[in-house]
Structures are given as structure tokens and as C-alpha cells.
């Protein structure tokens, strides 16, 4: 498996953002995969996650404004991020059974 993600980058606080995160491998779309994020000095966490059948999770902190989604004959993963606030700020990877892809860094100005 392999995962590339991007969108990433600077926003204000209230904003949007749209994350992609292209991955290949026959398995891909048949697995679970997850988005994560890692502050400076912070653990990585789990953001949100999606089965293969499209059932969506989400952390506690960012449910109500984050949406994630699968598109598998694109074989590509979304977060779409809305009301952004400054603690969102991390570099957000995508990760799915226990590949990573190299990581996208949203900052959010406040």
C-alpha cells in the first residue's frame, strides 16, 4: 500500500480545508483507513477513520466540522475540514494497516 496525501496549508481560523489522500494497492479499498494528526511536542492521533463500506468515526474534538469520505474508484480518502481553529494545527497523515502516507501540514492562523 501507498498513500499520498495533500491539501494541506495556511488558514485562518473559521476557514476550510479539503485533504486528499490517493492511495494504491489492491487491498486499498477493501480496508479501513484513517486520518491522524501530530502537533509539535504532541502524540499522533486519530482524527477520523472510514470502513470500506463508507461508515465514518470521528474524535470527539473535531466531530460536527470535519467530514470524512472515500471515493474507491478513485481510490482516494477526504477530509474536508470547516470552522478550522488554531488547535487543529499538525502535520495530518493518512494512514491505513500500518502504512503511512508522508504527511500534509495544516496551520490555522488565529
Known amino acids: 500500500v501507498q498513500l499520498q496525501a495533500s491539501g494541506g496549508g495556511l488558514v485562518q481560523a473559521g476557514g476550510s480545508l479539503r485533504l486528499s489522500c490517493a492511495g494504491s494497492?489492491?487491498?486499498?479499498?477493501?480496508?479501513?483507513i484513517g486520518w491522524y494528526r501530530q502537533a509539535p511536542g504532541k502524540r499522533r492521533e486519530l482524527v477520523a477513520a472510514i470502513s470500506s463500506g463508507g461508515r465514518p468515526n470521528y474524535a470527539d474534538s473535531v466531530k460536527g466540522r470535519f467530514t470524512i469520505s472515500r471515493d474507491n474508484a478513485k481510490n482516494t480518502v477526504y477530509l474536508q475540514m470547516n470552522s478550522l481553529k488554531p488547535e487543529d494545527t499538525a502535520v495530518y497523515y493518512c494512514?491505513?494497516?500500518?502504512?503511512w502516507g508522508q504527511g500534509t501540514q495544516v496551520t490555522v492562523s488565529s
Open positions: 494497492g489492491s487491498t486499498f479499498n477493501f480496508n479501513a
Open positions: 494512514g491505513q494497516s500500518g502504512y
